[in-house]
């Protein structure tokens, strides 16, 4: 070639053919992964759904989670099913090695097809006391609520299994009747609305929706003895009329 010596020539011809016999197996490799995948693909869309939510089903993690409440979640089986044909309870291994996975009353109970009752009795038969993880939770800062979606339980049922641990849980509106007391007991000391709305942390149409109802709105203020009483009434009256 023009420029360049017979050892160029050659080295240029020898890449050439190098360039060119790679690009043929990049072609073939790439050519090979598309139909892979396209079979693939061909094979998903004739496999039946039953199969793939199996396969899917077999694949999942065992952990269980609950973001909707307790009351909108479904069950695995029905209840009339669970009464009629009640699942076999598992080896006592195998509560303990799953609640231990979970870390959840709900989980463990869809893990097995399991009512409320049968989980409660497969718990305590592996010595599992429910009651207590679950106060250990709330004494670790978690919420009610927090643990009622990790558990799938209602908050009622949460509450008053902590209390059956001998811990005091106060009802979402427990401190309600106080406030309200106290709205009216500092109305009726200052008559202002928004200082009981202040004491009580509360709005200033709460407060006063409070004495509404309470009837504290409706007294009349008490009035402090006027200077010009009987007294001073007295007193012009003795004056000589001119």
Not at 162 to 185: F, M, W, Y
Not at 203 to 228: G, H, M, N, Q, Y
């Amino acid at each position: 070639m023009f420029g360049l010596t017979d050892e160029e020539t050659a080295a240029l011809v020898a890449a050439r053919a190098a360039v060119q016999n790679a690009q043929s197996i990049v072609d073939r490799l790439e050519r090979k992964i598309f139909d892979a995948e396209s079979e693939a693909i061909r094979a998903r869309r004739r496999t039946p759904r039953s199969s793939v939510a199996a396969t899917l089903s077999a694949n999942a993690s065992p952990r269980q989670d609950f973001p909707k409440p307790a009351s909108k979640r479904c069950s695995r089986s029905s209840s009339l099913s669970r009464l009629l044909y009640p699942p076999t309870p598992p080896p006592r291994e195998a509560i303990i090695d799953t609640f231990g996975l979970v870390k959840s009353f709900g989980g463990l109970a869809n893990t097995y097809s399991m009512g409320h009752a049968q989980t409660h009795q497969a718990l305590r038969d592996a010595g599992i006391n429910i009651w207590e993880e679950v106060a250990r939770d709330w004494d670790r800062g978690i919420s009610v609520k927090e643990l009622s979606r990790r558990h799938g339980i209602g908050r009622d049922t949460v509450a008053r299994w902590i209390r059956k641990t001998g811990r005091i849980v106060n009802p979402r509106n427990g401190n309600r009747r106080s406030d309200e007391a106290l709205i009216v007991k500092t109305y009726r000391e200052t008559y202002s609305v928004n200082k009981a709305a202040i004491a009580a942390g509360v709005a200033w149409a709460t407060a006063r929706a409070v004495l509404l109802r309470d009837d504290a709105w409706t007294e009349k203020r008490r009035k402090p003895a006027s200077i010009f009483g009987s007294g001073a009434e007295t007193a012009r009256q003795s004056l000589p009329s001119c």
